[in-house]
């Protein structure tokens, strides 16, 4: 009886804290027709053999239908197999030691630099008023020497991310808070608030402890608590070192699709502090108030996840190259190329959030490339502020994915004022390399308009899915694996605009819903899948994954299956002919390092 009544207790205090996060509203009947075909084996065989004759493999199919039911599995004790008050599954896993030691790269000199962290920590100064990029204190950015060229913090300016707004002063107490689609949470291990994507930090404090009770309740039973479930939304937390985030959403994205949002999230925070200054302070000061250190940055993390609900790159994994023909972009290549200086390692030309070209240095790409992950952050840094429009910027940079522990120094600035499409970023290893990189800069600017180069990036556009040539298809995204040396550079994918019936912000994201559901399913950790056909009320999609390729396609809803199977050959050959002018082949090197270092390792700045 006493076990019994101790289980009770449990189940009773878990319920109290998952209904403060997620309060229990009626559920919403959801009207769905869809009529998924569960077999295409033997009809999509010939598409391989025609476009790629060595593709083989297994080739599973399944349907789409709605939700999952939801069970209750992995609980995280043997007394708590239910929650009668609210329907839920927690999954957890067991705690990973977690180490805070510092990873290689980091030089003598930052056992010297952590006192200072220490030192910043006590002083009890107020540093909410201003935002320094990348770096622990303005302090900090006067002993390296470093500074803004034109302009003040780009990041410290009023004002937010272009194209999205603020939600720093909405009413965490109405009913249209808790109908957003998706609230994103960070907190410290301490429970203090960091970020919210919608209303004030203060204001959810007492949310973000009962979140920070909830994960220290599954920590006592030598367990991790991974997901939360309910019949409307899905609760996903994720530590990352001294840091708690929590993402907790209506839509139909799957557990590890949230995940990978929030590990964005982490990494844009890493972006601008590093990992190593992160985990120095809540060493020395558990409680410490990072927001000291991210006032202004706000804007940064809200652009961020704007653009994950927007932009397809994020959920491929890949940059989308904007389409130009090989010869011009190779002429900008050789540019890029000519322009160079010792320490300089990559040198990216983005025109209309879109890349044009990248050069990297040699011996960077033997044991390392950029990821699409540490580029997707720079372009939502690049466009969060106006202000890098105003002039020559110089500042240091975390690339997460690349090292997470040490700082790149970039040189940002457009080349097309007042319209400020086209920009270029110039990464170095170097701290005192300001003026050497802006001197590579002329020298691009002279050689583009030698060459009428901007005119030719400003007639430069995405192209119509009507150019593809294929009746009945809407909309596509591709994702090509057979690039040239694929594994040493960037994951690209291509994809046209989207048009009618997709011309709504509301159509879009639908789209993209289902595009997400489909990824989901293709590649499920229980079950992957090569192939998914989809017959739903407006459209009929396809995804296929194959060792070549992975491509997701929308059609008109009355095509038959006959006629997706000859659209998709057909697309496949069009992309073909077109994959010099839609993707980067092979990316341009240079050598300007003299006696080089290993590119993970003290060849870069330190935080």
């Given at each position: 009886?006493?076990?019994?009544?101790?289980?009770?207790?449990?189940r009773?205090?878990m319920?109290?804290?998952?209904?403060?996060?997620?309060?229990?509203?009626?559920?919403?009947?959801?009207?769905?027709?869809?009529?998924?075909?569960?077999?295409?084996?033997?009809?999509?065989?010939?598409?391989?053999?025609?476009?790629?004759?060595?593709e083989?493999?297994?080739r599973?199919?399944?349907?789409?239908?709605?939700?999952?039911?939801?069970?209750?599995?992995?609980?995280?004790?043997e007394?708590?197999?239910?929650?009668?008050a609210?329907?839920l599954?927690?999954?957890?896993?067991?705690?990973?030691?977690?180490?805070?030691?510092?990873?290689?790269?980091?030089?003598?000199?930052?056992?010297?630099k952590?006192s200072?962290?220490?030192?910043?920590?006590?002083?009890?100064?107020?540093?909410?008023?201003e935002?320094?990029?990348?770096?622990?204190?303005?302090?900090?950015?006067?002993?390296?020497?470093?500074?803004?060229k034109?302009?003040?913090?780009?990041?410290?300016?009023t004002?937010t991310?272009?194209?999205?707004?603020?939600?720093?002063?909405e009413?965490?107490?109405?009913?249209s808070?808790?109908?957003?689609r998706?609230?994103?949470?960070?907190?410290?291990?301490?429970?203090?608030?960091?970020?919210?994507?919608y209303?004030?930090e203060?204001?959810?404090?007492?949310t973000?402890?009962?979140?920070?009770?909830?994960?220290?309740?599954?920590?006592?039973?030598?367990?991790?608590?991974?997901?939360?479930?309910?019949?409307?939304?899905?609760?996903?937390f994720?530590q990352q070192?001294?840091?708690?985030l929590?993402?907790?959403?209506?839509?139909?994205?799957?557990?590890?699709?949230?995940?990978?949002?929030?590990?964005?999230v982490?990494n844009?925070i890493?972006?601008?502090?590093?990992?190593?200054?992160?985990?120095?302070?809540?060493e020395?000061k558990?409680?410490?108030?990072?927001?000291r250190l991210?006032?202004?940055?706000e804007k940064?993390?809200?652009?961020?996840?704007?653009?994950?609900?927007?932009?397809?790159?994020?959920?491929l994994?890949?940059?989308?190259?904007?389409?130009?023909s090989?010869?011009?972009r190779?002429s900008?290549?050789?540019?890029?190329?000519?322009?160079i200086?010792p320490?300089?390692?990559?040198?990216?030309?983005?025109a209309?959030?879109?890349?044009?070209?990248?050069?990297?240095?040699?011996?960077?790409?033997?044991?390392?490339r950029?990821?699409?992950?540490?580029l997707?952050?720079?372009?939502?840094?690049?466009?969060?502020s106006?202000?890098?429009?105003?002039?020559e910027?110089?500042?240091?940079?975390?690339?997460?994915?690349?090292?997470?522990d040490?700082?790149?120094?970039?040189?940002i600035?457009y080349l097309?004022?007042?319209?400020?499409?086209?920009?270029?970023?110039?990464?170095s290893?170097?701290?005192?390399?300001?003026?050497?990189?802006?001197?590579?800069k002329?020298?691009i600017?002279?050689a583009?308009?030698?060459?009428?180069?901007?005119?030719?990036?400003?007639k430069?556009?995405?192209?119509s899915v009507?150019?593809?040539?294929?009746?009945?298809?809407?909309?596509?995204?591709?994702?090509?694996?057979d690039?040239?040396?694929?594994?040493?550079?960037?994951?690209?994918?291509t994809?046209?605009?989207?048009?009618?019936?997709?011309?709504?912000?509301?159509?879009?994201?639908?789209?993209?819903?289902?595009?997400r559901?489909?990824h989901?399913?293709?590649?499920?950790?229980?079950?992957?899948?090569?192939?998914?056909?989809?017959?739903?009320?407006?459209?009929?999609?396809?995804?296929?994954?194959?060792?070549?390729?992975?491509?997701?396609?929308?059609?008109?809803?009355?095509?038959?299956?006959?006629?997706?199977?000859?659209?998709?050959?057909k697309?496949?050959r069009w992309?073909?002919?077109?994959?010099?002018?839609?993707?980067?082949?092979?990316?341009?090197?240079?050598s300007?390092?003299?006696?080089?270092?290993?590119?993970?390792?003290?060849?870069?700045?330190?935080?």
């Amino acid at each position: 009886m006493d076990n019994m009544d101790k289980g009770d207790q449990e189940r009773g205090t878990m319920d109290e804290k998952v209904d403060s996060i997620i309060p229990t509203q009626p559920a919403q009947t959801v009207s769905q027709v869809s009529n998924d075909v569960i077999s295409l084996e033997n009809d999509a065989d010939h598409i391989v053999e025609d476009i790629f004759p060595d593709e083989g493999g297994d080739r599973s199919v399944q349907g789409l239908d709605g939700h999952p039911e939801v069970d209750f599995v992995n609980t995280i004790s043997e007394d708590v197999t239910q929650l009668p008050a609210l329907p839920l599954v927690i999954q957890t896993e067991e705690v990973p030691d977690f180490d805070k030691s510092i990873s290689a790269g980091m030089s003598e000199t930052d056992s010297g630099k952590a006192s200072e962290d220490s030192a910043l920590v006590d002083n009890g100064h107020d540093d909410s008023g201003e935002f320094v990029v990348a770096v622990l204190a303005r302090g900090k950015l006067e002993e390296q020497g470093m500074g803004l060229k034109g302009t003040s913090s780009p990041l410290s300016e009023t004002g937010t991310a272009l194209g999205a707004s603020s939600h720093r002063d909405e009413d965490v107490t109405t009913e249209s808070w808790r109908q957003h689609r998706k609230h994103v949470f960070v907190l410290s291990e301490a429970g203090k608030p960091i970020y919210s994507r919608y209303g004030s930090e203060e204001a959810l404090s007492s949310t973000m402890g009962v979140m920070m009770a909830l994960v220290s309740f599954v920590q006592s039973g030598d367990n991790v608590i991974r997901s939360v479930y309910s019949d409307e939304h899905t609760v996903v937390f994720m530590q990352q070192g001294p840091l708690v985030l929590v993402s907790v959403s209506s839509s139909r994205q799957s557990e590890q699709q949230l995940r990978d949002e929030l590990l964005y999230v982490y990494n844009q925070i890493v972006s601008m502090l590093t990992q190593a200054s992160i985990t120095r302070i809540f060493e020395h000061k558990k409680n410490y108030d990072l927001r000291r250190l991210l006032a202004g940055s706000e804007k940064i993390l809200d652009g961020l996840l704007n653009l994950v609900d927007s932009d397809p790159s994020f959920l491929l994994s890949a940059i989308h190259c904007l389409p130009i023909s090989s010869s011009f972009r190779d002429s900008l290549s050789q540019i890029l190329q000519k322009a160079i200086t010792p320490n300089l390692v990559f040198s990216i030309l983005i025109a209309k959030n879109q890349l044009l070209t990248i050069v990297q240095e040699k011996m960077v790409i033997e044991d390392a490339r950029l990821d699409p992950a540490d580029l997707h952050l720079l372009l939502n840094l690049i466009g969060a502020s106006s202000a890098f429009q105003a002039g020559e910027i110089w500042t240091p940079i975390c690339l997460p994915s690349f090292n997470p522990d040490c700082y790149f120094y970039a040189y940002i600035s457009y080349l097309d004022p007042p319209d400020c499409t086209v920009c270029l970023l110039l990464l170095s290893t170097d701290k005192e390399a300001f003026y050497a990189v802006a001197e590579c800069k002329r020298k691009i600017e002279e050689a583009m308009l030698a060459q009428n180069a901007l005119s030719s990036i400003a007639k430069a556009q995405s192209y119509s899915v009507s150019q593809v040539g294929v009746s009945d298809l809407r909309h596509f995204m591709y994702k090509p694996f057979d690039i040239p040396d694929n594994h040493r550079q960037l994951t690209q994918f291509t994809s046209p605009e989207m048009e009618a019936p997709y011309n709504s912000d509301e159509e879009k994201l639908r789209l993209l819903d289902l595009y997400r559901d489909l990824h989901s399913r293709i590649h499920s950790t229980s079950r992957p899948l090569k192939l998914i056909y989809h017959v739903a009320e407006r459209e009929t999609l396809l995804a296929w994954v194959t060792s070549k390729f992975e491509l997701y396609t929308c059609f008109s809803p009355l095509v038959t299956k006959a006629c997706a199977i000859n659209a998709i050959t057909k697309l496949l050959r069009w992309v073909k002919k077109e994959e010099d002018r839609l993707f980067i082949r092979y990316p341009p090197k240079y050598s300007t390092t003299p006696n080089p270092k290993s590119s993970r390792g003290d060849a870069h700045g330190q935080p």
